[in-house]
């Protein structure tokens, strides 16, 4: 691979400042390290990690990208999809639930899920799963330094209790940045439930006091059906560091952590 190791002193500044964020030829990185407080650093910086896997070597790839998809609460835009179930009254008849919270159980459960979706072609590898149970074992402990930082774990469930679909994120501040998710396709009776848990968060997100929605990578057709906006990496970057230093009014893992997906487009309007 034709990509650099990315060092603790990298993200020092001037560095990050003046070489890192400037140089748009560059926006993948690699490191071996695959430790709590070492993600949590990239991610404050603006890195989003994903993972390499090859012959058993496995390899942290923090992304720096050179542009990125951001939703604000004014440019939400609900899906023809999702407001045709809302008038058949669909999501009220089967007791669709978003759960949100932080802690160990439900993280293992929706990584487990995005890792049988996606099969062998999943970047969540092993380590990578070990790395997010860490940080939501240390933060249910109060042991990690950045309290800024919260892993975020989204299940979708039918009212009988049948996980539907998931999403792993994390927020730092007041933004709430998108890693990875799955939808349980086997089961036909349950069209367009991506759509459905997606915009059922973003209600969530709103109502919470959050800055924005960091989606990460652009130009992804449900990204832009949702409204969001492609911001270059200068101008992400601006939004991010004062998005961070804001507080949500409340936290997205705070009580209560179980939303019913009707009422939460109801109270929206």
């Keep these: 691979m034709d990509i650099p190791e990315i060092t603790a002193g990298d993200l020092q500044s001037p560095r990050l400042e003046q070489e890192l964020y400037p140089d748009l030829k560059r926006s993948l990185y690699y ?35 050179t542009a ?23 999501l009220a008849a089967g007791g669709y639930t978003l759960l949100i919270s932080g802690q160990p159980g439900p993280v293992a459960t929706v990584a487990d899920g995005i890792r049988q979706a996606y099969g062998p072609a999943c ?31 989204t299940e979708l469930r039918h009212g009988d209790g049948t996980l539907l679909g998931g999403e792993l994120g994390y927020t730092i501040g007041a933004v709430y940045t998108s890693l990875t998710g799955f939808l349980d396709r086997r089961d036909p009776r349950h069209p367009n439930l991506g759509k459905v848990q997606l915009a059922a968060l973003g209600v969530v997100l709103e109502q919470r ?54 009422e939460l487009f109801a109270a929206r309007g």
């Design 123 to 153: 970047w969540l590898c092993r380590n990578y799963r070990s790395l997010l149970l860490d940080l939501a074992n240390r933060a249910a402990a109060g042991k990690l330094t950045d309290p800024e930082f919260h892993l975020v774990a």
């Design 68 to 90: 990125y998809a951001v939703l604000d609460w004014n440019r939400r835009r609900c899906s023809r999809a999702v407001r045709r179930l809302l008038r058949r009254g669909e």
């Design 31 to 65: 490191s071996p390290l695959w430790e709590p407080e070492w993600y949590v650093a990239l991610a404050r910086a603006g890195f989003i990690s994903i993972a390499w896997e090859s012959d058993g070597l496995e390899l942290l790839l923090p992304e720096l990208q």
């Design 209 to 262: 006091g959050y800055a924005f929605w960091n989606l990460g990578h652009p130009y992804m057709g449900y990204k832009l059906e949702m409204g969001a906006e492609i911001l270059s990496r200068a101008a992400f970057l601006a939004r991010w560091r004062r998005g961070i230093a804001r507080k949500p009014a409340v936290p997205l893992t705070a009580e209560p952590a179980r939303h019913p997906v009707a």
